[in-house]
């Protein structure tokens, strides 16, 4: 067998169980859009819950940017030292976080990846460490707790009984403790009860570590997530910029002692050149702009709410969605596939989400609401799906 055959196998198999990912090319548009194998459709795919990325002001920040420090910046920021703008947008990261102070980093992958790696390092800690994550936390926080050759054990999703007893479990072990969540789960549109998790952290004495991926953006009173308000139990908040935010890269809130370690050993901060220019112009111009866009935020998600209440009245599963993430739970690959093709025939482009991403037996749609789509883009979505409820909803695995 030749070498690459194994490769070829593997993408074969994937295909035959529906799970094959395939590239397409695709230009997003304003007003919601996207352009995609010669059409425009209705996005309701992407994760730009406020619009930001077709937003001039950052269109031209990002240009203005470009245009006064260049393409790049050539290094790590160690290297060579930083671009002035990075500790401006750090400082004011910080304050919209309620933390002392922050980091900006490049894609919320990355940072996950090497943050968790670098902060559950039992060399580092000087004992054994164990690292309690949310069942359903984002693939890079689990391959973070993996590289970091800590005990990783799963409490099942938001249930704070299940984190408890594994809490108790390892503190009598003596282990140095890690919590992994996202705040705003990114494929069920849930939220983690940050209140209740953050008390167990204090009383364990653990290092809490919240993905605020989606929720940057959309909730908080200034828009930068849910941990905003529990700033004193949340050690450390990941947030992206690619995503609400309309542009590109990372951030970590924290205390100024985990964010000079976190300098020392991080290594996708300290092997990694910085994010450019145009991608700072776009996050300064984005972090002026979304403290000031609480009525888009209520808007965004009252329609979410609405649209979750016609759904589950036309016999959808859209589980404990209470964000502007709502899936669509089909249960198989093939019908998932299917009835997404059968939307994007319909104009509407709607992500089919399968397993390994999913459990097993919940491949789902995932509806993702954007400020800038029209209600009656919004009410199209609703009648077209109650078209297709009797076929599609709750279909076998």
């Not at 993408?11 to 194998?37: H, S, V």
């Not at 919240?210 to 997530?225: L, R």
């Amino acid at each position: 067998m030749a070498k690459t055959e194994i490769y070829r196998a593997y993408c074969e198999a994937r295909a035959a169980q529906n799970r094959l990912r395939q590239l397409q090319g695709a230009t997003l548009a304003p007003g919601g859009r996207i352009w995609r194998g010669g059409r425009e459709l209705v996005n309701f795919a992407s994760n730009d819950y406020l619009g930001l990325s077709q937003h001039p002001a950052l269109i031209e920040a990002a240009c203005s940017f470009a245009r006064k420090y260049g393409a790049g910046v050539a290094a790590s920021r160690l290297v060579t030292g930083e671009n002035p703008a990075f500790a401006a947008l750090e400082a004011r990261l910080a304050a919209a976080k309620n933390q002392p102070s922050a980091l900006v980093l490049a894609a919320g992958y990355q940072t996950n990846l090497t943050a968790v790696a670098a902060l559950a390092d039992k060399e580092v800690a000087g004992r054994p460490v164990s690292i309690l994550a949310d069942r359903l936390a984002h693939h890079s926080l689990l391959q973070g707790a993996l590289l970091s050759g800590a005990r990783l054990m799963r409490f099942q999703h938001n249930d704070c009984d299940h984190l408890e007893s594994l809490l108790r479990a390892r503190s009598a072990k003596g282990d140095y403790l890690v919590i992994l969540t996202e705040s705003v789960f990114g494929m069920d549109g849930d939220l983690a009860d940050l209140g209740r998790i953050g008390a167990l952290a204090r009383e364990f004495d653990a290092l809490l570590y919240v993905d605020e991926a989606h929720a940057t953006g959309v909730f908080g009173a200034g828009g930068f997530g849910l941990c905003e308000d529990f700033a004193d139990v949340v050690d450390v908040a990941m947030g992206t910029f690619g995503k609400a935010l309309g542009g590109f890269g990372s951030y970590l809130a924290c205390a100024a002692d985990i964010r000079e370690f976190l300098i020392q050993r991080c290594g996708g901060l300290v092997y990694s050149t910085g994010l450019p220019p145009a991608a700072l112009g776009a996050i300064d111009a984005a972090l002026t702009l979304v403290p000031n866009m609480a009525r888009e935020r209520e808007d965004l998600l009252a329609r979410a709410q609405s649209l979750r209440e016609a759904l589950t009245a036309q016999g959808w599963n859209c589980g404990a969605s209470a964000s502007q993430i709502i899936p669509v739970i089909v249960g198989g690959e093939a019908e998932t596939l299917a009835f997404g093709a059968e939307l994007e025939r319909r104009g509407m482009l709607v992500g089919a989400i399968r397993p390994p991403t999913v459990p097993q037996g919940s491949s789902r749609l995932r509806i993702s609401l954007s400020a800038a789509h029209r209600p009656e883009d919004i009410d199209a979505l609703a009648a077209t799906l109650a078209k297709f409820a009797p076929r599609y909803a709750g279909a076998e695995a």
